[in-house]
């Protein structure tokens, strides 16, 4: 049970993004609070492996390893104008995975994922499930900054793919999730939009690790009408982690 204050420290997280009284308004007609998901039991969504690993050792490679191998990765032709990989941050334990699409500016410049004012909004996103960013683990599809911000191309994100899939393997995460549209159709190989993919519980692989989909926090910084949708797979996350 939340104390009062551990209420008001979420309270303020909520506010931060941008959800003032949500919390306390509970559902006005059951529409959103009992919204029910469609569910996809484990191996009843086709092919939604992350990456095809190890076509080559990354698969069996120890932490250690693959941070050095990502660090001078030049698998694709990202690794021509990044300042440096981004590797990777959080515990080696996690039970979240947070898993984002490619390093910008303050990421290619601090080495880590998710700083500046999207980090800032994705940590009270997690604080106000609860998640100290030090518990989780959080990483990208790519490691590299494509130029000028852009999307990381296919055939970028394949030669990433083992990476990821490796951090994966190692965690070991009771539960991913996927921030944006170009993690999510990576991760579960499909040209979905997110919007179609909320809401909905997929499986890493033949795993039965659950992935749920949500907004990607550089968007909810553009379009900040959506953090209550972010705010409703939060909670469908945060109730599917309690009854793993
Ligand atoms: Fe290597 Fe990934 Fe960087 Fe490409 S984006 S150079 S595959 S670490």
Excluded at 126 to 142: D, K, P, S, T
Aim: charged share 25%.
């Amino acid at each position: 049970m939340m104390s009062a204050t551990d209420q008001d420290k979420r309270l303020h997280y909520l506010e931060s993004m941008g959800i003032q009284v949500w919390a306390h308004r509970g559902p006005k007609s059951g529409q959103d609070r009992n919204r029910q998901a469609p569910v996809a039991e484990p191996g009843a969504v086709e092919d939604n492996s992350a990456a095809t690993a190890g076509q080559d050792d990354i698969a069996g490679l120890e932490w250690e390893v693959l941070r050095e191998r990502v660090l001078s990765c030049t698998r694709c032709d990202l690794h021509k104008q990044r300042t440096q990989a981004v590797f990777g941050v959080g515990n080696h334990s996690a039970q979240w995975l947070i898993i984002g699409e490619a390093p910008g500016a303050d990421e290619d410049r601090q080495g880590e994922p998710f700083v500046g004012r999207a980090g800032k909004l994705l940590n009270n996103m997690l604080l106000a499930i609860g998640l100290r960013r030090a518990e989780v683990y959080i990483a990208n599809i790519v490691k590299c900054r494509p130029p000028n911000n852009r999307e990381p191309a296919p055939e970028e994100a394949q030669s990433c793919a083992p990476y990821l899939a490796r951090q994966i393997a190692l965690i070991k995460p009771k539960i991913i999730i996927a921030l944006g549209r170009v993690a999510a159709q990576n991760l579960l190989k499909t040209d979905s939009p997110v919007g179609s993919l909320r809401g909905k519980r997929f499986y890493y692989e033949q795993s039965d690790i659950p992935i749920i989909v949500t907004y990607h926090p550089a968007y909810l910084l553009r379009s900040p009408q959506e953090k209550r949708k972010a705010w409703q797979d939060l909670l469908a996350a945060q109730e599917l982690f309690s009854s793993l």
